[in-house]
């Protein structure tokens, strides 16, 4: 399985301003995933990160709230723009697996709470 | 919208118990389906999955799944809990061939001694 590293592991945040997580993943990955788990809620999916295209998002969620960046096979940022305290989550950057097709692994998740 | 469903929201048994888990899905066509398990402090890692073939999906520790199609279920059994098995349990699904997983809200399991 692929070991999946994320920055910050915690962070509070002032409202109104953005956070930028860090994703880095021990080889290299074609579909990196973020998804959001809200207190007392499951895991939602934000976005599909594809080295070289934009980032797909799915309902709900918009470019200008959460910029994705995806330089390389092995790294990707999500950044939450114009904090609320609605944005308190965990952020979790997830890869499939490039042997195990429809297998994903996930970090060990970014915990943002907003005052 | 395709839909997971986990009816407990938080189980507590003492070891040695017998446990099920309920999950179910509202999707009709084909899936593939996951549990996955998140420890105290711990990310989440994935415990068995279901593609296809033989229903009954045997993973780490113990822990398997049966899928039963006419249910549009994916229970998570185990014959013997232990303590270590506090965590909470996160069952998932795709579509086909899509990697978009769509999770069910999760049942957290405390393990008394």
């Given amino acids: 399985s692929a070991v999946i590293s994320q920055k910050p592991s915690r962070d509070i945040c002032q409202r109104g301003t953005s956070l930028t997580i860090q994703c880095q993943v021990d080889s290299q990955v074609t579909m990196m995933f973020w998804y959001r788990q809200q207190p007392g809620q499951s895991l939602t999916l934000i976005a599909t990160a594809n080295q070289g295209s934009e980032a797909t998002y799915e309902s709900g969620f918009v470019i200008d709230k959460f910029p994705i960046s995806r330089p390389n096979l092995t790294f990707s940022t999500l950044t939450v723009s114009n904090l609320s305290p609605e944005d308190s989550s965990i952020y979790l950057c997830s890869v499939e697996s490039e042997t195990a097709r429809n297998t994903i692994y996930f970090g060990e998740g970014s915990w943002l709470t907003v005052v | ?113």
């Fill in chain 2, 1 to 113: 919208a395709q839909s997971v469903s986990q009816h407990n929201h938080h189980v507590i048994l003492s070891e040695a118990a017998s446990l099920e888990l309920g999950c179910n899905y509202s999707y009709g066509g084909t899936v593939n389906l996951f549990w996955y398990v998140q420890y105290p402090g711990q990310h989440l890692q994935l415990l068995l999955k279901y593609f296809s073939g033989d229903p009954l999906v045997k993973g780490i520790k113990g822990f398997e799944a049966e899928f039963i199609k006419s249910k549009f279920s994916f229970n998570l059994r185990k014959p013997s809990v232990q303590w270590s098995d506090t965590a909470e349990y996160f069952c998932a699904v795709t579509q086909g061939g899509s990697e978009k997983l769509v999770f069910g809200k999760g049942t957290k399991l405390t393990v008394n001694p």
